[in-house]
């Protein structure tokens, strides 16, 4: 299973970027999959989840200005990050928890990470 994430880059303060994660391989289901963000310095955070039923969970530093999504036809998760802060800087990294066959157990995937940099 490979997960290829883009739509990094850099932005001023206030601005929006569009980050997806396509994944790709041998895959039964998909179980959920998002978006963690390790700033310079700091831990690896969680910032978005969604779970294949459609729930979601954001964390509240970017609550009202990030929105996950999901295209289930095409093991794609969206991340829409909108009034961009100099805080939200960091390398993103999308995760894919995923069942290769139907009588394996979930598993962890990983992208490569994708650079956003927010300048003030």
């Known amino acids: 299973v490979q997960l290829q994430a883009s739509g990094g880059g850099l932005v001023q303060a206030g601005g929006s970027l569009r980050l997806s994660c396509a994944a790709s391989?041998?895959?039964?289901?998909?179980?959920?999959m998002g978006w963690y963000r390790q700033a310079p310095a700091k831990q690896r955070e969680l910032v978005a989840a969604i779970v294949s039923g459609g729930g979601t969970n954001i964390v509240d530093s970017v609550k009202g200005r990030f929105t996950i999504s999901r295209d289930s036809a095409k093991n794609t998760v969206y991340l829409q990050m909108n009034s961009l802060e100099p805080e939200d800087t960091g390398v993103y990294y999308c995760?894919?928890?995923?069942?290769?066959?139907?009588?394996?157990?979930?598993?962890?995937?990983w992208g490569q990470g994708t650079l956003v940099t927010v300048s003030s």
């Open positions: 391989g041998s895959i039964f289901k998909i179980n959920g």
């Open positions: 995760y894919a928890a995923v069942k290769r066959r139907r009588r394996d157990s979930s598993r962890d995937y």
